[in-house]
């Protein structure tokens, strides 16, 4: 039996998502709560394998609520279900813990299989969520420049400014050996082959 506590403040649509989760053998639904403080109470208490949780509320919203239960019981899937896709929530949400992510326009068998995925293992993020975590993935994906050291930078700066190395080394007070090294490894860790691709380079990472 997968264990469920669902938490939401629309009476209505807690007691819909029960009634249908109730016809499923395999679901056993052991609370339910209409604000997230006791949410949080009920989940300490019942221990369940999944949790239901809705985003807003008027007495403890689900984002806090997830992220207690899953300090408590870190072993506790929370899928999230709510009206609410903005980066406000979202980000928020996942960052807190929470396992999958459904908008209530999802069907009640969509929403029986998350939980059933999520019982497995497996997670499901609703398509406009997916979408918003892919494009801040790749926002956020590493580039050769991360590599550099902060003096590196400053070096590069200089250089895509079109500074020459003694030029470099008295705006920096460095000696021009150093300055040489520093180039060097600039080049080899942006994988450039000379000075001029090395410009071309921080100014299009917009570095300057």
């Known amino acids: 039996m997968i264990r469920i506590v669902v938490v939401d403040d629309h009476d209505v649509v807690r007691k819909g998502v029960i009634a249908y989760l ?3 053998e395999m679901f056993d639904i052991v609370g339910e709560a209409n604000n997230g403080k006791t949410g949080i109470e009920k989940v300490l208490v019942e221990k369940p394998d999944v949790v239901l949780m809705d985003l807003m509320m008027e007495d403890g919203n689900g984002i806090d609520a997830t992220k207690v239960i899953k300090q408590a019981l870190p072993h506790c899937k929370v899928i999230i279900l709510t009206s609410y896709y903005d980066d406000e929530q979202v980000f928020p949400a996942l960052e807190a813990g929470a396992f999958s992510y459904l908008l209530k326009t999802s069907s009640a068998e969509e929403i029986a299989r998350a939980i059933y995925k999520a019982h497995q293992g497996e997670n499901v993020i609703e398509d406009k969520v997916a979408h918003k975590v892919m494009t801040r993935f790749q926002d956020k994906a590493p580039q050769l420049h991360d590599q550099l050291t902060e003096r590196e930078l400053e070096v590069l700066i200089c250089l895509a400014n079109g500074a020459s190395n003694q030029e470099i080394g ?5 000696g021009i050996k150093t300055v040489k090294t520093h180039v060097s490894n600039i ?3 942006l994988d450039v082959h000379d ?3 090395a410009a071309v380079y921080a100014h299009r990472h917009d570095l300057l």
């Open 195 to 197: 000075r001029t691709q």
């Open 170 to 174: 008295d705006q920096l007070f460095i």
């Open 187 to 189: 080049l080899r860790k």
């Open 22 to 24: 109730e016809t499923e």
